[in-house]
């Protein structure tokens, strides 16, 4: 597609339930990031895939998160269990590649994700 | 491990000003900067991205300058518009990492 495209745009929900979280990437992009931006705080990273590696989970913040990625397209981060503190926007970014010393690692970021969880 | 501080969080001006934004960063080991624009309700807009090799990048009224061995990047911003009303964030790439990122600089230019 055009942009980076994340569904759903807000969800509420209630402490205790699970949550999906969306993200499409640009077509062509290897590299996929998952971001949490908490009100007043910068972006968390949660999670990056490249290509067909392992994922880099080093960001996620419990066993509660989890993120997949298939076909190595699109991209659904799952939180279980949902708590109060899980609330917030959640950014998901692609680039053609990660890292290293040229613009093709310029990032691409949808328009989040806003979680409420009451 | 490498930590990304924007100064000032917060800066009022009226519209015409040009205006400076602060990004410092701990580790000098890094590919390229960005700079990114927020609006509220919104995604991340990148709007500038310096390797690790150059000095500064320009975009219409807005400059970047990089000094890697001191740790710092500036955002400079000319004549100042209502419309650059907005939260500006860096972030720094660095190898075996994602993109780490200062919590921003809230910026509000009056008419």
């Known amino acids: 597609g055009a942009g980076v495209s994340q569904s759903p745009s807000n969800k509420v929900t209630e402490k205790g339930k699970d949550v999906e979280l969306r993200c499409d990437p640009i077509s062509g992009h290897t590299a996929l990031y998952w971001y949490r931006q908490s009100l007043g705080q910068g972006l968390e990273f949660l999670i990056y895939f490249q290509g067909n590696s392992a994922p880099d989970k080093s960001g996620l913040p419990s066993d509660r998160f989890s993120a997949e990625r298939t076909g190595g397209s699109v991209s659904t981060l799952t939180i279980q269990r949902t708590q109060q503190e899980d609330s917030a926007v959640y950014l998901c970014?692609?680039?053609?590649?990660?890292?290293?010393?040229?613009?093709?690692?310029?990032?691409?970021f949808g328009a989040g994700s806003r979680l409420t969880v009451l | 491990k490498q930590e990304v501080t924007q100064i000032p969080a917060a800066l009022s001006v009226p519209e015409g000003e040009n205006l400076v934004l602060n990004c410092s960063f701990t580790?000098?080991?890094?590919?390229?900067l960005q700079w990114f624009r927020q609006d509220p309700g919104k995604g991340l807009t990148s709007l500038l991205l310096i390797q690790s090799s150059q000095r500064e990048q320009t975009s219409g009224r807005l400059n970047a300058s990089l000094d890697k061995s001191s740790g710092r990047s500036t955002l400079y911003i000319a004549a100042s518009q209502p419309g650059d009303s907005a939260t500006y964030l860096c972030a720094v790439n660095q190898a075996g990492t994602a993109l780490i990122f200062g919590k921003g600089t809230t910026l509000s230019v009056s008419s």
């Open positions: 970014a692609s680039s053609y590649r990660q890292g290293g010393s040229s613009g093709a690692n310029v990032l691409t």
């Open positions: 580790d000098s080991a890094i590919y390229n």
